[in-house]
């Protein structure tokens, strides 16, 4: 148990619906980061944050957004999902930002877009 | 912008074998490497890290991985394998000097050990 949590599991909705993503991380870990695994894509960083600041952002489409909130958490928003949307997202969580630290991954959401 | 590259999608070996994973990077500025797993429904787990020091770098569960800056590539290896080792095993980088800790990906090696 990597202690990232993350809701729902499982999703699967339709095409043009719009869905939310949500991630605990780890206790005192301060950056949260976004993470797209699909099969033609592989693993694509979206968005990472930093105690509720937006730090780095990747590949990640208009139509979608996140925030994290004060309490840490963060939510990853989808809307006018498509059908190459679906995907396994990761959230993971680190103490700080700098790139020598270890993340660490939850078990994702699996997005079914139909 | 830098890339990373898994030369192997899918390696089957026996098990108490030993395995050989190869990946190769490119990038344009140092980067710090990394290999993590994903064992079936899970999350990533980190396995190792090259941050500096010495080129031969150990890791969680008997893996060694080796730092080659000419070749740019970072193998992982592990003299002999358990079953339990049946997983997808990433490499992956980050530059060094960059804002925030953005980690880019290879596409993955399968590895599936026969008893």
């Known amino acids: 148990d990597s202690g990232v949590t993350q809701t729902p599991k499982h999703l699967i909705t339709a095409t043009g619906q719009r869905v939310t993503l949500r991630c605990s991380p780890r206790s005192g870990d301060l950056s949260v980061y976004w993470y797209q695994q699909s099969l033609d894509q592989g693993l694509q960083f979206l968005i990472q944050?930093?105690?509720?600041?937006?730090?780095a952002k990747g590949n990640i489409l208009e139509r979608f957004s996140a925030q994290q909130f004060p309490d840490l958490h963060s939510e990853l928003n989808l809307s006018s999902l498509e059908l190459g949307d679906s995907a396994l997202y990761f959230c993971?969580?680190?103490?700080?930002?700098?790139?020598?630290?270890?993340?660490?991954f939850g078990e994702g959401s699996r997005l079914t877009v139909l | 912008a830098q890339s990373v590259t898994q030369l192997d999608s899918q390696v089957p070996v026996f098990e108490e074998a030993p395995v050989e994973l190869r990946c190769n990077y490119s990038?344009?500025?140092?980067?710090?490497l990394f290999w993590y797993v994903q064992y079936p429904n899970q999350g990533l787990q980190l396995l190792l890290k090259?941050?500096?020091?010495?080129?031969l770098v150990k890791g969680i569960n008997g893996f060694e991985a080796e730092f080659n800056k000419s070749q740019t590539s970072f193998h992982l290896r592990k003299p002999s394998v358990h079953i339990s080792d049946t997983a997808e095993y990433f490499c992956a980088c980050s530059m060094i000097k960059a804002a925030g800790n953005k980690l880019t990906f290879g596409g993955g090696t399968r590895v599936l050990v026969k008893p």
């Open positions: 993971a969580s680190s103490v700080q930002d700098a790139n020598t630290g270890e993340l660490f």
């Open positions: 944050y930093y105690n509720g600041e937006e730090r």
């Open positions: 090259y941050l500096s020091g010495s080129t």
């Open positions: 990038s344009s500025v140092s980067v710090y």
